[in-house]
């Protein structure tokens, strides 16, 4: 499996969503619901291509699925929003508008979630239940069971 993306590109591109929302219960970005968008956007990337969206391990954590260097950059800001990314930052100059489109859609179902809501998600999936505290879940485990989530499991095509 090749990965594509970096995590902190794909984490950028939903604190610009959370920054663009008009839906308030959508605005509130923190670190504990970043992580845990990060964790469904590989997952159905993974069930719905075959592919990884970043090479990052994911690691199941107290709190549900973890990437732990993006935990400890955005740590200092504890349950509070993150801010977006720089000016700089240009979603149309990383990803083509067919994986814009998937990160869309999981922000759009996963995002109208709180952060709790999300972590007890989470504790329900198989893959998170089945890795074991403090260990990976593994890309194979999500593929199979965050599948669930899926409208469509049949995807032509995997975006670039």
């Known amino acids: 499996m090749k990965p594509t993306y970096s995590v902190e ?24 619901k970043l992580q845990k968008l990060l964790y469904y956007a590989q997952g159905l990337y993974l069930a719905a291509y075959g ?3 970043f090479r990052d391990a994911i690691i199941a954590w107290q709190y549900g699925p973890v990437i732990p260097s993006l935990y400890s950059k ?13 000016s700089g930052f240009h979603p149309e100059d990383i990803f083509d508008r067919q994986t814009r489109e998937f990160f869309d859609d999981v ?7 709180s952060a709790t809501g999300l972590m007890r998600m989470a504790y329900a999936d198989r893959c998170y239940i089945g890795a074991g505290f403090n260990n990976e879940i593994t890309p194979e485990a999500m593929q ?3 599948r669930k989530y899926l409208k ?8 670039r």
């Open 9 to 32: 590109d794909i984490a950028n591109y939903f604190l610009c969503k959370a920054q663009d929302e008009d839906k308030p219960e959508q605005r509130h970005l923190s670190n504990l």
């Open 74 to 86: 955005y740590r200092k800001h504890g349950s509070d929003d993150i801010p977006g990314p720089d």
């Open 107 to 113: 922000y759009e179902f996963f995002g109208r979630f």
């Open 152 to 159: 469509n499991e049949q995807r032509k095509e995997t975006p």
């Open 144 to 146: 199979r069971d965050l």
């Open 51 to 53: 592919s990884p969206l």
